[in-house]
């Protein structure tokens, strides 16, 4: 079945700094998403991706969809404690049908 | 305009017991998702309904585990019969139709603990 590798799984900056992190997949998708999830709360859709080499952008939070259509990246400037949480990828095959595959994750933790 | 609810936030059942976890969609969301998160893990996909109907149940276990989303009223899943291993945060998602599937909302989860 299709898979999601997220990277890194986790990453510790400071304050201030610019954050990527990205994701690959053993098939084609045709939609990337990424959600940040805060702890005890549910995933919140941050940016979706519906076609090949888009670069989308949600204020500081940069996402573009791989012209490989295996492969996405995010990227977080100017990083703010708000910051903090699990940012996941997920990607939809080419079908209506297909459900939506989810990464495992990328914790993002801020030095104070 | 209120966002997917889920109910209750947290429940602990015994081993034996059974565990009921209801989700109401957003106003005007047809189609239900319900996924299963392990500590330090993403979410995995268990089951998709629309009103009244089963479309997909592909990640669901066969035994045990059962969901339905009635013409009135929440979403409903079932866990029968629950073992430690089913302790994990449930998490349930709509969307307004098939098409923008991708839409999905999620709500707040439900934190089950099996003791």
């Known amino acids: 079945g299709q898979q999601l590798n997220q990277s890194p799984q986790s990453m510790f900056i400071q304050e201030g700094e610019d954050v990527s992190m990205n994701c690959t997949s053993s098939s084609i998708f045709n939609t990337w998403l990424w959600y940040k999830q805060d702890p005890g709360e549910g995933p919140v859709l941050l940016i979706a991706l519906y076609k090949a080499g888009e670069l989308t952008s949600n204020g500081r939070l940069t996402a573009q969809f791989g012209i490989t259509r295996k492969d996405s990246f995010l990227n977080i400037s100017a990083s703010i404690p708000s910051d903090v949480g699990i940012y996941f990828c997920?990607?939809?095959?080419?079908?209506?049908?297909?459900?939506?595959?989810f990464g495992k994750g990328t914790r993002l933790h801020i030095l104070p | 305009n209120a966002g997917v609810m889920q109910n209750p936030r947290h429940l602990v059942r015994r081993r034996g017991q059974e565990a009921r976890l209801r989700c109401s969609p957003m106003?005007?969301?047809?189609?239900v998702y319900w996924y299963r998160q392990l500590p330090e893990e993403g979410l995995k996909f268990m089951v998709y309904l629309q009103k009244e109907n089963i479309i997909d149940e592909s990640g669901m276990p066969k035994e045990r585990f059962s969901a339905e989303f009635p013409k009135e009223g929440p979403s409903i899943l079932r866990i029968q019969q629950v073992v430690r291993g089913d302790s994990a945060a449930y998490f349930c998602a709509s969307s307004p139709n098939q098409v923008s599937s991708y839409e999905q909302y999620f709500g707040p989860g439900t934190r089950l603990t099996v003791t």
């Open positions: 997920a990607g939809q095959g080419k079908n209506r049908d297909d459900k939506i595959i």
């Open positions: 106003k005007g969301h047809s189609h």
